[in-house]
């Protein structure tokens, strides 16, 4: 039978510690209750101690949600502690959090102490939170760094004291996977009546490892997951709930492991988090960074399209994606275009897509992506190809301090055709040229430049309205050039004329 692991959130109490990052009460209780949601079973819903809004956000939240136990966190001083028993007066599972550095660093050169008054302190601690709630939690701060033999003998002393829950942090994120699963290991078998409590990791992401220490914990014995959405937290953060989640589903078979997590509500969780706490999500981050499941490489878009596990061993819809994104760049190939165009409704014979890709790619070089206004605009051009005129050559000479020049070359009925003109601007003397080409008699009626998507080498759309005998006729066309845009436009609308 799998066993499960409990996921104890701290994204309102240590993922709140960053800078920028603070919430409001009415925040943090929209936060609290979409954890509840996502399946939670612990929320570490703040430090009542530290400031009269963190005290209220515990109070306010353990009166709304009700499901999860509701944990509130103090130092290992009597002051701290009676606060946040006060705070969880209204928690229908209440929970206190407390502890002490345990490390030579913390010990000698934080606390000005010694070992043995530090397993005094802790012990102490843990007895006076068991007066007000039967839920303790003890965090030996620092314990990535702190010798196994002294560590076990702290745990050891709290357990005699009370504590239902063991936090071994690695708070500075310092150590290696294989040396947190030992410390796990060591702690399981040297630590009487280890069984009576659950050991839970805390790890940061320092080193980038906190993900790999959290899961070596697990396999060695931890039982309880501290997290936080989108791996927020203090400096490069905390282990990420969505890794940890995902790992245990995706790896389920093998770990007989579960949660109770309900993944299908990661992606909109973590967008909720970004955007509350205006910590952007980074684009290649695992499970919700908006590249997790971005395919833009041909091989990885055809080997896609063929059978998603080619290239994806999470099903996005299992983290709450509507679906895999194909991505179209320089580097896709003919399958990422035609499923893009088929989807938009264009079903184009080999030859036809041939043809069609040509433009692409050539498209695909000036822009960095190719979005489906782009292939719209694409498809256009490609539908108007046989009017019988067509640009084959286009310069402009432009500045400050010269005229604006425009030299055009058409092919027009079989035909290639240049001139040369002058005018107010590239635009009017590119149009000048043409006229003295074509030999239409024409006005200019309308002529509308619009952006498509965003950004410098975003592709313009030129819309031109011509008269001739008083008759009117449009042109379009579209081009990361403007002043090609606006001649291949000019040209649509007089190919138009009979």
Known sequence: MDEKIYFFDTTLRDGEQVPGCQLNTVEKIQVAQTLDSLGVDIIEAGFPISSPG??????EISKVVTRPTICALTRAVKKDIEVAAEALQYAKYPRIHTGIGTSYYHIHYKLNSN???????????????????????????????????????????????????????????????????TKIRYLKENVKHIDKAIISTHCHNDLGMATANTISGVLNGARQVEVTINGIGERAGNTS?????????????ELHLTSG????????????????????????KAIVGRNAFAHSSGIHQDGVLKNRENYEIIDPKDVGVKESSIVLTARSGRAALKHRLDILGYKLEKAELDKVYLQFLDLADKKKEIKDEDLEVLMGSFKREDRHIKLELLQVICGKSSVPTATVKVRMNGDVLSASATGNGPIDAAF?????????????????????????????KVHVQVKNRDKLYYGFSANTDIITASVEAFLDALSKIV
């Open 54 to 59: 963190d005290f209220n956000s515990v109070v």
């Open 261 to 284: 997590i309900k993944t299908n509500k990661i992606y909109k969780t973590s967008r909720l988090v970004s955007s509350l706490m205006n910590m952007p999500v980074q684009p290649n």
């Open 241 to 253: 709930l969505e890794e940890v989640a995902m790992i245990l589903k995706s790896r389920q078979k």
């Open 432 to 460: 000048t040229a043409v006229k003295h080409l074509t030999k239409r008699k024409v006005h200019l009626e309308e002529f509308l430049i619009q952006a498509i998507t965003q950004g410098s080498d975003d592709l313009g």
């Open 115 to 181: 070992p043995e008054d530090i397993i005094k302190r802790a012990v102490e601690a843990v007895k006076f939170a068991k007066k007000f709630v039967e839920d303790v939690e003890f965090y030996a701060e620092d314990a990535g760094r702190t010798e196994n033999e002294y560590l076990a003998r702290v745990i050891e002393a709290v357990i005699a004291a009370g504590a239902t829950v063991l936090n071994i942090p690695d708070t500075t994120g310092y150590t290696l996977p294989d040396e947190f699963a």
